[in-house]
C-alpha cells in the first residue's frame, strides 16, 4: 500500500541525517544540501553537520520532531537509526545508499539530483511499514521495551554454550529449539538476517512475522510465518548460567537471564519508507543480491 503522506505542498523542511564514517569530508551531504536549499527547501542537520558542511543548513537538535521528512545518508544500518527515531514522529525517510549493500538505502549517489528534483514536483511515494513492539518480561514485569523495525533476535552471545529456546504463539506451544537463537522478522527484514538465516522472503508490504531458528541443532526445523495477529514469545530454557542476548535492528542491545520472556506483537504504528522510484521490489532483490555473489 502507498499513501499520499504529505504531499509536495506541506513538504518545507528536510532533516538530513548522516553516518560521517560513511560520508568522508561530507562530500554527498554538502550536495544533497546544496540542491535541497537550491530547490526552496529548508535543511536541518545537526550542529555537528552544521560545522562539516559551511553551508546555509539550520542546526537543529531536535531535528526528528521538526522536520517534515528525513533523508539519511549512509547504508542500511544508517537507514534503520534513522528510521527508529523517525518512527517516534510518523516522518518519513529516504536513504542515500553510502553502504555495500543498500536493501533499505533506495538512492544511489549518482542519482542524488534526480531524487531531489522529484522530492521537489511531490512525485515520491510513501509506503508504510510494519513495526515489532518487543519487551522483556522477567519476574512478571516488564523490564525491557523496545521497537524494531527489521527484527528482533534472542541469540547467544561469543563463546557460550547453545541456548535452549521454547517458542509460543499467544500461549500456544510451537516447538523448542536448541542452536545459537531465534529472529523474529517483519517483511521488511526479511531480506535481511533472517534471510541468512534460511528465512523466505517476503514482500515488505505484507503484514506477518517470519520466525528463524539460528543454527538450529535438530534436522527438520524450518522457519515459519505467524499472522499479525499473533504474540510470539521466546522463553530462555536453559536451567544452567546463560550468556545471552536480545538485539534488535542491529542497534539496540539487552542482556537476558534465564527465564527471560521475550514477547514480540506487530505495534499498531507504522514506519514510513519514502521512495522516488517504481523499481519493482524483486527487480531490487536480484541486483542486490546477485551483486553480492558477483
Same mark, same amino acid.
Given at each position: 500500500?502507498?499513501?499520499?503522506?504529505?504531499?509536495?505542498?506541506?513538504?518545507?523542511?528536510?532533516?538530513?541525517?548522516?553516518?560521517?564514517?560513511?560520508?568522508?569530508?561530507?562530500? =554527498?551531504?554538502?550536495?544533497?544540501?546544496?540542491?535541497?536549499?537550491?530547490?526552496?527547501?529548508?535543511?536541518?542537520?545537526? =550542529?555537528?553537520?552544521?560545522?562539516?558542511?559551511?553551508?546555509?543548513?539550520?542546526?537543529?537538535?531536535?531535528?526528528?520532531?521538526?522536520?517534515?521528512?528525513?533523508?539519511?545518508?549512509?547504508?542500511?544500518?544508517?537507514?534503520?537509526?534513522?528510521?527508529?527515531?523517525?518512527?517516534?514522529?510518523?516522518? /518519513?525517510?529516504?536513504?542515500?545508499?553510502?553502504?555495500? &549493500?543498500?536493501?533499505?538505502?533506495?538512492?544511489?549517489?549518482?542519482?542524488?539530483?534526480?531524487?531531489?528534483?522529484?522530492?521537489?514536483?511531490?512525485?515520491?511515494?510513501?509506503?508504510?511499514?510494519?513495526?515489532?513492539?518487543?519487551?522483556? *518480561?522477567?519476574?512478571?514485569?516488564?523490564?525491557?521495551?523496545? *521497537?524494531?523495525?527489521?527484527?528482533?533476535?534472542?541469540?547467544?552471545?561469543?563463546?557460550?554454550?547453545?541456548?535452549?529456546?521454547? &517458542?509460543?504463539?499467544?500461549?500456544?506451544?510451537?516447538?523448542?529449539? /536448541?542452536?545459537?537463537?531465534?529472529?523474529?522478522?517483519? /517483511?521488511?527484514?526479511?531480506?535481511?538476517?533472517?534471510?541468512?538465516?534460511?528465512?523466505?522472503?517476503?514482500?515488505?508490504?505484507?503484514?506477518?512475522?517470519?520466525?528463524?531458528?539460528?543454527?538450529?541443532?535438530?534436522?527438520?526445523?524450518?522457519?515459519?510465518?505467524?499472522?499479525?495477529?499473533?504474540?510470539?514469545? &521466546?522463553?530462555?530454557?536453559?536451567?544452567?548460567?546463560?550468556?545471552?542476548?536480545?538485539?534488535?535492528? @542491529?542497534?539496540? @542491545?539487552?542482556?537476558?537471564?534465564?527465564?527471560?520472556?521475550?514477547?514480540?506483537?506487530?505495534?499498531?504504528?507504522?514506519?514510513?519508507?519514502?521512495?522516488?522510484?517504481?523499481?519493482?521490489?524483486?527487480?531490487?532483490?536480484?541486483?542486490?543480491? =546477485?551483486?553480492?555473489?558477483?
Amino acid at each position: 500500500m502507498v499513501i499520499d503522506f504529505l504531499g509536495s505542498d506541506n513538504l518545507k523542511k528536510i532533516g538530513i541525517a548522516v553516518n560521517k564514517d560513511k560520508d568522508v569530508d561530507y562530500t =554527498h551531504t554538502k550536495l544533497i544540501v546544496g540542491k535541497l536549499i537550491e530547490k526552496g527547501f529548508e535543511a536541518l542537520v545537526s =550542529h555537528e553537520t552544521k560545522s562539516g558542511i559551511c553551508l546555509p543548513a539550520t542546526a537543529s537538535e531536535t531535528m526528528f520532531e521538526d522536520a517534515d521528512f528525513i533523508i539519511c545518508v549512509g547504508g542500511d544500518g544508517t537507514f534503520l537509526k534513522a528510521a527508529r527515531e523517525a518512527y517516534l514522529y510518523e516522518k /518519513p525517510v529516504l536513504g542515500i545508499n553510502k553502504g555495500s &549493500v543498500g536493501f533499505l538505502a533506495e538512492v544511489e549517489t549518482r542519482d542524488i539530483e534526480s531524487a531531489i528534483e522529484r522530492l521537489a514536483q511531490g512525485t515520491f511515494t510513501v509506503q508504510p511499514r510494519m513495526v515489532l513492539d518487543v519487551s522483556v *518480561i522477567r519476574d512478571g514485569k516488564a523490564v525491557f521495551q523496545d *521497537i524494531a523495525i527489521n527484527d528482533a533476535v534472542v541469540s547467544r552471545m561469543a563463546l557460550s554454550r547453545i541456548l535452549r529456546l521454547q &517458542v509460543d504463539l499467544d500461549d500456544k506451544f510451537v516447538d523448542s529449539f /536448541p542452536g545459537d537463537g531465534i529472529i523474529v522478522a517483519t /517483511p521488511t527484514g526479511s531480506t535481511g538476517y533472517s534471510l541468512s538465516a534460511g528465512g523466505p522472503i517476503v514482500q515488505p508490504d505484507m503484514r506477518c512475522m517470519v520466525i528463524s531458528p539460528i543454527c538450529p541443532h535438530i534436522l527438520y526445523s524450518r522457519s515459519f510465518i505467524a499472522s499479525e495477529s499473533k504474540t510470539v514469545k &521466546v522463553i530462555i530454557e536453559d536451567k544452567y548460567e546463560i550468556n545471552a542476548m536480545l538485539t534488535l535492528d @542491529g542497534q539496540e @542491545g539487552f542482556k537476558l537471564e534465564q527465564g527471560d520472556l521475550v514477547c514480540v506483537t506487530a505495534s499498531r504504528n507504522n514506519v514510513y519508507f519514502a521512495s522516488v522510484s517504481h523499481v519493482n521490489f524483486y527487480d531490487v532483490l536480484r541486483a542486490k543480491i =546477485h551483486g553480492q555473489c558477483d
